[in-house]
């Protein structure tokens, strides 16, 4: 099939072709961003981020704007082909990165798997060899993660929730020796004034996120965005009703966990429960 010509000489990307009708049609109504933000209700620097392709924001944005301009359904259309481009997932994990590091508070849930800021350096090597990454690559992408540790350090450093399934303790690492570190690891950030950490005990049956690794992030103004993902990808959730959803899933899911105080005990329990290395 010949490749279709391009004759309006706007982008074809769905993300930067969002952008761009965004631009044109405020130039077109002559208002600044300030003005479309005290127009619409919504902070101005959203509608900026917007029409830089930084963010495509929430269908509720959308509508607002597709109501403003007199474009029915017209930037929902551009919106759900944004949403929809599987190209966009690097984009979405570096948008979530961002969000990361503004994020004032953060609450996690773990499937099968420690989650990064939590892991070892010999947690992370295994896992990220066994997604396909070898060599200097790997390393590069081991020293990445490791160097996201920073978030929950120093005076300033965001309050973090975090709750392992039991399934994550009980997945041990090939090497005793790497596994026992990570374990060891995990009860020396459970002390950490700004971290709870809590185990959700198998026998607590199925919830509402039984399949879901999630992550919640509060930023600035209050807002929650959450971000889902697994070995192959994830998914940046903004819109408030998707968002509230999971959240309400989270609340009922953390009733079930294990205090942070028997938690740390379970833990403890497991490194006496690992097999003593012949050699000492």
């Not at 990445?144 to 399934?165: N, Q, Y």
């Not at 690891?185 to 004034?193: F, I, K, R, S, T």
Request: hydrophobic share 40%; aromatic share 8%.
């Amino acid at each position: 099939m010949p490749q279709r010509r391009v004759i309006s000489g706007r982008s074809q990307e769905p993300r930067q072709r969002f952008a761009e009708e965004l631009r044109r049609l405020r130039a077109e109504r002559r208002v600044s961003l300030r003005q479309l933000g005290e127009r619409l209700g919504w902070d101005w620097s959203l509608f900026g981020k917007m029409e830089k392709g930084e963010t495509i924001s929430s269908p509720e944005v959308v509508r607002a704007l597709d109501t403003f301009y007199g474009t029915p359904d017209f930037l929902m259309t551009l919106w759900e082909l944004a949403t929809g481009d599987k190209s966009q997932f690097k984009e979405r994990y570096r948008r979530y990165m961002k969000l990361e590091a503004e994020a004032v508070s953060l609450w996690h849930f773990a499937v099968s798997v420690v989650p990064g800021l939590l892991q070892t350096p010999g947690y992370a090597r295994e896992l990220l060899s066994l997604g396909g990454l070898k060599g200097k690559e790997l390393e590069q992408q081991v020293e990445a993660r490791m160097s996201r540790k920073v978030l929950l350090e120093g005076e300033d450093a965001p309050p973090f929730r975090t709750i392992l399934s039991e399934m994550a303790l009980r997945t041990a690492l090939r090497d005793v020796t790497e596994w026992q570190e990570q374990l060891e690891y995990l009860v020396e950030m459970a002390d950490q004034p700004n971290v709870t950490l809590q185990v959700l005990p198998q026998d607590a049956g199925l919830h509402g996120l039984s399949s879901t690794d999630v992550w919640f992030l509060r930023l600035p103004g209050w807002q929650t965005v959450a971000y889902t993902e697994h070995g192959y990808g994830g998914e940046l959730f903004e819109e408030n009703a998707v968002v509230e959803r999971m959240q309400r899933a989270y609340d009922a899911m953390r009733d079930l966990a294990l205090s942070p105080t028997e938690s740390r005990k379970m833990i403890l329990c497991m490194l006496e429960e690992l097999p003593c290395d012949p050699s000492t």
